[in-house]
């Protein structure tokens, strides 16, 4: 691994960064949690068509060979590795490329991983990007909230494949771009419907709680959409400062405008877990539900252990890809055994399952464009690809097109477990996941 960061901040300035950040996480989160829809579910979605399959390959992609030789291939991972912000990204990356070369590698080419720490700062990002369409085949796995100023060279290297989950709207939308968890605006109906059936008059008193930061806002103002549509009754949504660490006042606050069901999918587990605390400080137990930027092994702890958040409610997109879902769906058990071989001790999160499942799209094109491939014939098996899921660690994405998800899952927290309910089987036509309302796309 190659760091721009020169390491000189101290141990206590990195975690009291670590923690700012944190607060910042969840509009990443957010952004990059809209996936793509199952084949055949319904989708309002107005983006399905886009720039990737609009604009030509540069024919002179298809004798590019950079970073690809007879025995291997090399492609760049810019993150944020600094406090070990998004880590994970690099790790789950690594571990893919560790998993397929354990297998043979992809046509017989080990799949190299060159990572780099952009430090939080957005001219590392660049240069880093920089070096790497230089000499690297590809993009692959990076996160970062920096991106988009390495959205800017791979805007000017049309002919490098990007295959990241984005934040930057803009990197999003080049045709050179591809994302395992395509983001778009508006919000799932799926979930929102299924807790208006199960608490009607309940969701005429909804609050949520929202990070003073863009993303986050415009995140949550498609959400807002979204309820309004249904008819949901939004009573109290302040923002907080990602300073924040204690909630009593907005409990107090949400208690007296009279909040029956409380959304916390902005936050991630360590706001969520302070929250909990207030709402038990408070002795006020509005239904709670969660979302996969709050999913966590600390979650539960953090909260002040099982009795305190029992009964929470869990939907996302994504399998419970920590461990419970490993007995269902095979490739769960392959995505934590090999996280642990690349980085023992590393404790998995939503970013070491979005540099993995990168990694294994890019993998996936590799394969596809034969024996000789060129960055033009990877672009082109890219936007060959319609249906992926990563062997169901997500719902089935549609990189090519870049549409959002309908499909989700709830899960309950029970005994401190994160337990799907009323899920259909896993064994099904939608391998456990629900996809029984459309994506809402927020009016232009």
Same mark, same amino acid.
């Given at each position: ?22 607060? !910042? ?107 790497? !369409? ?36 803009? &990197? ?179 970013? &070491? ?32 690809? &319609? ?58």
């Amino acid at each position: 691994m190659r760091f721009t960061h020169d390491g000189k901040a101290a141990p206590r300035r990195a975690a009291r960064l670590a923690v700012a950040l944190s607060g !910042v996480v969840m509009a990443a989160t957010l952004t990059a949690c809209t996936s793509t829809p199952s084949p055949g579910a319904v989708t309002t979605s107005s983006s399905s068509s886009s720039s990737s399959s609009a604009s030509a390959i540069p024919p002179s992609t298809f004798k590019d060979y950079t970073g690809i030789t007879s025995s291997s291939v090399s492609v760049g991972n810019v993150s944020t590795l600094f406090a070990g912000l998004f880590k994970g990204a690099a790790i789950g990356s690594e571990a893919y490329a560790a998993y397929v070369n354990s297998q043979g590698g992809v046509n017989g080419r080990k799949l190299v991983v060159d990572s780099g720490d952009d430090g939080f700062a957005g001219a590392p990002n660049k240069q880093l990007t920089e070096a790497d !369409v230089q000499k690297d085949f590809a993009m692959v796995g990076g996160f970062s909230l920096q991106d988009s100023f390495g959205g800017v060279v791979v805007a000017a290297n049309p002919q490098v494949p990007n295959v990241t989950v984005s934040l930057d709207p803009i &990197t999003n939308a080049l045709p050179n771009t591809f994302s395992p968890a395509p983001a778009a605006g508006g919000w799932q109906l799926g979930p929102l419907v299924y807790f208006q059936k199960k608490y009607p008059s309940d969701v005429l008193h909804t609050g949520a709680l929202v990070a003073d930061q863009p993303s986050a806002v415009s995140k949550w103002n498609g959400e807002k959409a979204a309820m309004n549509h249904l008819g949901y009754k939004v009573v109290y949504s302040p923002t907080f400062d990602i300073t924040q660490t204690n909630f009593d006042q907005n409990v107090i606050a949400m208690k007296n405008a009279g909040v029956k069901i409380l959304f916390l999918e902005q936050m991630p587990q360590n706001y969520a877990g302070a929250v909990v605390k207030a709402l038990n400080n408070q002795n006020f137990h509005p239904v709670l539900v969660l979302g996969g930027s709050t999913y966590s092994e600390k979650l539960v702890g953090n909260s002040g252990g099982a009795s305190a958040i029992d009964g929470s409610f869990l939907e996302q997109n994504t399998s419970l890809y920590l461990g419970e879902d490993s007995a269902a769906i095979p490739a769960v058990g392959t995505f934590l055994t090999w996280v642990q071989k690349v980085s023992p001790g590393f404790p998995t999160d939503l970013y &070491t399952l979005y540099g993995w499942l990168s990694a294994e799209l890019f993998s996936q094109a590799l394969q596809s464009a034969g024996a000789n491939p060129s960055r033009g014939s990877v672009l082109q098996a890219l936007r060959g690809i &319609t249906a992926f899921s990563g062997g169901y660690l997500t719902g089935t994405a549609n990189p090519a097109k870049k549409i959002p998800s309908n499909c989700y899952i709830i899960a309950q927290i029970k005994n401190g477990q994160f337990t799907r309910t009323d899920d259909p089987p896993v064994n099904g036509p939608t391998h456990g996941y629900r996809c029984d309302q459309p994506y809402f796309t927020v009016p232009a």
